[in-house]
């Protein structure tokens, strides 16, 4: 069994703090004995065991290959409103993978006492791998699977309570925007008077109503799958939620691939990849007023996300040049093509 830790957590700590395991070898056999209790599978072997902020294990069972998902219970207080949500965006034509039911047809609940992440769900593996470097065509197959999730959650009807940050007034509280100064004063490589010039850009961006959809939640390049050129599924999907697409459409255009590398776009290509997403489900104008400082608050959360992550000062340096850029661009430069 491989164990990676994509954020470099400390592997036994993780273990041991968020779901009571004393080593990498009882995760194992606890995993193996619930998923022959909750599934008709003879066979089990753990291939991959993933440990970061989750954890997740890529397994084969009898023969086929799956991911098992423990997801945060804070995230999704209604798991039950979730898992018809992504049947339904499934059979709308987005490549979801499929999640498998339990032997009751329900995600279960592991035993694991005290910890949050707690909701269990089985998925079939994904073809292809993340999206890494990037080409006009992928950017463009990329903004219109985002456009298509944003899209088909407009006409979804059904409650699906998640992530309390889902708005740009939620976001904007002023707890939040302390907390996310006090995060980047003094770390290393970050450039204060950056920081400074884009809170105030954040704090000047009026809190506007957008109508809500569905959102992905996460929707990073690294949860974008390819094949052969062609996007072949989406994961990570259960912080899915209702909410303002902005927060899916800056966040997913501000960060990397992986947590060393910075932001993977040029500002050009982040620019054409809005106009993209744009052109298939246009912004309205109090989107459009929002847009500039919810992409400098996206910005400057994962510049944290980098500094407590191990990211490079190349990765860091490469995300505050996209930064600077952005504010040095007007709203009417950032939407004049659109």
């Keep these: 069994m491989q164990v990676l830790s994509p954020y470099s957590e400390e592997v036994l700590t993780e273990l041991k703090d968020n779901y009571g395991l004393n080593s990498t070898e009882t995760a194992e056999k606890f995993i193996i004995h619930h998923l022959q209790r909750q599934y008709p599978f003879q066979i089990i072997s753990i291939e991959e065991l993933h440990i970061c902020t989750g954890m997740s294990a890529k397994l084969k069972a009898d023969g086929e290959i799956y991911y098992l998902k423990f997801s945060s219970h804070e995230i999704h207080k209604n798991p039950d409103q979730l898992l018809p949500w992504l049947d339904y965006a499934q059979k709308k034509g987005i490549p979801l993978p499929e999640i498998i ?50 899209r088909i959650g407009f006409d979804y009807s059904q409650p ?16 939040n925007l302390d907390e996310l100064r006090n995060d980047l004063h003094d770390r290393p490589f970050i450039l204060q008077e950056l920081v400074t010039e884009a809170m105030r850009v954040i704090e000047q961006t009026p809190v506007c109503t957008m109508h809500q959809t569905m959102i992905h939640g996460d929707f990073r390049f690294c949860h974008v799958f390819i094949q052969d050129n ?62 500039k400082g919810m992409f400098a608050y996206m910005f400057l959360a994962h510049l944290v996300h980098l500094s407590y992550s191990n990211g490079t000062e190349q990765g860091i340096n490469v995300t505050q040049d996209l930064l600077r850029s952005l504010l040095n661009t007007s709203e009417q430069e950032l939407l004049g093509s659109l």
């Design 230 to 291: 062609v996007l072949s599924g989406i994961i990570d999907m259960d912080e899915s939620t209702q909410g303002e697409r902005l927060l899916d459409l800056c966040y997913g255009l501000v960060s990397g691939s992986s947590p060393e590398a910075g932001s993977l776009l040029t500002f050009g290509q982040l620019r054409d990849t809005l106009l993209m997403y744009h052109q298939s489900l246009p912004l309205n104008e109090q989107e459009r007023l929002t847009l």
């Design 101 to 150: 039911p339990t032997m009751n047809g329900r995600w279960y609940l592991s035993p694991l006492q005290e910890s949050d992440y707690d909701v269990v769900y089985l998925m079939h593996d994904v073809p292809g791998k993340p999206i890494e470097q990037v080409s006009k065509p992928l950017l463009s197959q990329y903004a219109e699977a985002m456009a298509q999730f944003h």
């Design 160 to 175: 699906v309570q998640g992530d309390d940050c889902s708005t740009w007034a939620d976001i904007k509280q002023q707890e």
